[in-house]
């Protein structure tokens, strides 16, 4: 069973950074993309950061590019996410899933089947 469990939320002033984390478990790691997602309160979930499952590869949404950075240890099971920067609208519940399917990537939410409880990411202003 895929078990994912995130880590590195909290509370920053506006401009500070975070790093969360994510330790996947139950199948290989190294073969499957991971992405990192958002919900701030009465919103759907949105897409922030995709990598594929070499590493070799990532992509943001527009909002995030040249402030966060996804990375990944193939060794560890464990994707991160560097937030800098950090914005007061990027105040939200930051969640990381993956998908059933190896060696494929998306960036739509309802593509991807599993997920972490999700940590809480605050920035003050």
């Known amino acids: 069973q895929v078990r994912l469990v995130e880590s590195g939320g909290g509370l920053v002033q506006s401009g500070g950074s975070l790093r969360l984390s994510c330790v996947a478990s139950?199948?290989?790691?190294?073969?499957?993309?991971m992405g990192w997602f958002r919900q701030a309160p009465g919103k759907e979930r949105e897409f922030v950061a995709v990598i594929t499952w070499s590493g070799s590869g990532s992509a943001y949404t527009d909002s995030v590019k040249g402030r966060f950075t996804i990375s990944r240890d193939n060794a560890k099971n464990t994707v991160y996410l560097q937030m800098n920067s950090l914005k007061p609208e990027d105040t939200a519940v930051y969640y990381c899933g993956t998908r059933r399917i190896p060696y494929s990537w998306s960036s739509k939410p309802n593509e991807y089947d599993y997920w972490g409880q999700g940590t809480q990411v605050t920035v003050s202003s």
């Open positions: 139950g199948r290989t790691f190294s073969n499957y993309a």
